[in-house]
């Protein structure tokens, strides 16, 4: 199935909030004839685009390839939380690759904060770094864990921004009677995720880059140099950054053996008022849970309650977005039962196995940097910086990223959907009862 044009338009903006408030770019031209290049990126999203950005800031010919719009896949459609950390906890990754290793894995992901942090400082990014973050657990036998979880940070890591939060202090920040108890990260934050994908298209258009949108790529021939093929267009690169995310479709088997597809939903409310917004959520924090399917959620510039959350079980959206994420947005605010909701859409994202990005080279000069499970704001834009360094010579951050093992997904590109379908299904009855 052709998850770009399943449920959306090609060329267009799906119907989001932040495409409505968002500061537009032009369009980008599409590529037409041969064209050469040091290195052509695949992809207009975080990755993309911060790839082509630091490449063409360090001197390479750069070419951008986007099927659609720049920012038009999860970058410029997810609920904007800049998380802390990697996507597993540090604990799962000591586990998994040892002290050292995850204390390594650390140190990425909170300079990956960072970089987003300098990012929205620019002139050429129209978008606020909001701080703080606030996991939530919805069942009481969570909060030791939450508890245990922030010592452990603080103690081990020498992270002093989170602290726990009993389920009064919890309750106190987020007006909801779903939750017990949490955490509260104030080097986390949320951004508007849009603005700052375009954000990033204006900063690697001023240091050189060329962007093409409409660009769909049809086939890429490995060797050396490498030739990326659309329907207009022959680019023949050095070096070639696969930044495609959950649109990878069968471009690379080798990556698409292990990051997989699929699809979250998100509505925004009409304007609650800045007071009604503070009753809500103080503080002006986003939330997520502790459920399987996680609830997140926070307010936009404009007082918007942004709600994200809810499974499907298909490639195709369902008809009635709104409808479904109402069900668990009231659930968690009785309080906005009958809300107006002014937009509702949904997203395709990357997800791997194990819920950590897949980074890899699938030839030698050819770079893959995906799969980040819905963690991505921050570390999709550090994956770009990554790419580039690598490319350069300066191999260390991919090689750490590269050596987390990256499991296939089990039965293939036939069985893996309904093997995942199972165990959503599993997990979210867990969640429920």
């Known amino acids: 199935m052709d998850l770009l044009t399943v449920n959306d338009r090609m060329g267009e903006y799906p119907p989001s909030f932040y495409a409505h408030a968002a500061t537009p770019l032009p369009r980008f031209a599409a590529p037409e004839g041969d064209l050469t290049c040091d290195v052509c990126v695949i992809g207009g999203g975080f990755t993309g685009l911060s790839a082509a950005w630091h490449l063409a800031e360090r001197g390479f010919d750069v070419v951008l390839l986007e099927a659609s719009r720049v920012g038009f896949g999860a970058s410029g459609r997810n609920g904007g939380q800049v998380g802390q950390g990697q996507r597993l906890e540090q604990d799962a990754l000591e586990a998994m690759v040892g002290k050292d290793h995850a204390r390594a894995l650390w140190t990425i992901a909170t300079r990956s904060v960072e970089l987003v942090r300098e990012v929205a400082a620019r002139d050429e990014v129209h978008a606020t770094f909001h701080p703080g973050v606030i996991h939530a657990a919805h069942r009481a036998r969570y909060v030791p864990e939450y508890r245990d979880y922030a010592r452990k940070l603080r103690d081990e890591y020498g992270y002093e921004d989170i602290r726990f939060l009993n389920r009064e202090e919890l309750q106190g920040l987020v007006a909801s009677p779903c939750y017990h108890g949490g955490t509260l990260d104030m080097g986390a934050g949320h951004i508007d995720p849009l603005e700052l994908t375009l954000g990033l298209a204006r900063l690697a258009r001023g240091a050189g880059a060329r962007i093409f949108e409409g660009a769909r790529v049809v086939k890429l021939d490995k060797g050396s140099p490498a030739v990326v093929r659309t329907d207009s267009a022959r680019v023949r690169a050095n070096h070639v950054v696969l930044a495609c995310n959950g649109y990878l479709g069968g471009l690379d088997p080798q990556v698409a053996a292990r990051v997989m597809p699929i699809n979250n939903y998100v509505v925004a409310t009409q304007p609650l008022g800045a007071d009604r917004q503070e009753e809500i959520i103080r503080g002006n924090r986003a939330v997520a849970d502790s459920k399987f399917v996680v609830n997140y959620f926070r307010f936009s510039d404009d007082h918007r309650l942004l709600f994200g959350g809810t499974e499907s079980y298909r490639y195709r959206f369902p008809r009635d977005i709104a409808g479904a994420v109402r069900r668990p947005m009231e659930e968690v605010f ?12 949904g997203g395709t994202l990357g997800i791997t196995m194990n819920r950590m990005p897949h980074f890899a080279r699938v ?22 910086q990554i790419a580039a360094e690598t490319i350069a ?5 991919f090689d750490v990223m590269a050596s987390v093992p990256s499991p296939r997904f089990p039965g293939g590109s036939a069985l893996r959907w309904p093997l995942l379908v199972l165990g959503m299904v599993w997990f979210s009855l867990r969640d429920r009862f």
Request: net charge positive; aromatic share 6%.
């Open 334 to 345: 009785p309080q906005l039962a009958g809300v107006k909701i002014s937009h509702a859409w």
């Open 363 to 384: 030839a030698g000069n050819i770079l893959s940097l995906s799969g980040y499970s819905g963690h991505g704001v921050a570390m999709a834009t550090l994956a770009g």
């Open 393 to 397: 010579g300066q191999a260390e951050r």
